[in-house]
């Protein structure tokens, strides 16, 4: 079983930072790629950070140069450095891993979601 703890979310005034930190339960050296989602109330989820296995990196328009996603390997963790942080970011920030590699134990293959963690931005 694959799990994913995110922290680091929490109450952040405007123009303020916050890290997120996703801890995987196994080893993501292999993993294909990494990514951060959120989603706030009544909107769908939307992806706002991707970093693949050669460390590539992509972001939306709305996040760019402002949100940086890292991953440690060794470490097993995922990072999302969020700075300038405005209202309009203020969601439920949720991690995934995608272990669907050739390269992963067969058991720990698949698409896997963290249960999510508040951004709330308000002064």
């Known amino acids: 079983q694959v799990q994913l703890v995110e922290s680091g979310g929490g109450l952040v005034q405007p123009g303020g930072s916050l890290r997120l930190s996703c801890l995987a339960s196994v080893s993501i050296s292999n993993a294909v790629s990494m990514a951060w989602y959120r989603q706030a109330p009544g909107n769908t989820r939307e992806a706002v950070a991707y970093?693949?296995?050669?460390?590539?990196?992509n972001y939306p328009d709305a996040v760019k140069g402002r949100f940086t996603i890292s991953r440690d390997n060794a470490k097993n963790t995922v990072y999302l450095q969020m700075n300038s942080l405005t209202p309009d970011d203020a969601a439920v920030y949720y991690c995934?891993?995608?272990?669907?590699?050739?390269?992963?134990?067969?058991?720990?293959?698949?698409?896997?979601w963290g249960q999510g963690t508040q951004v709330t931005v308000s002064s």
């Open positions: 995934n891993v995608d272990l669907r590699s050739l390269f992963v134990p067969v058991g720990r293959r698949g698409l896997y």
């Open positions: 970093i693949d296995s050669g460390g590539n990196t």
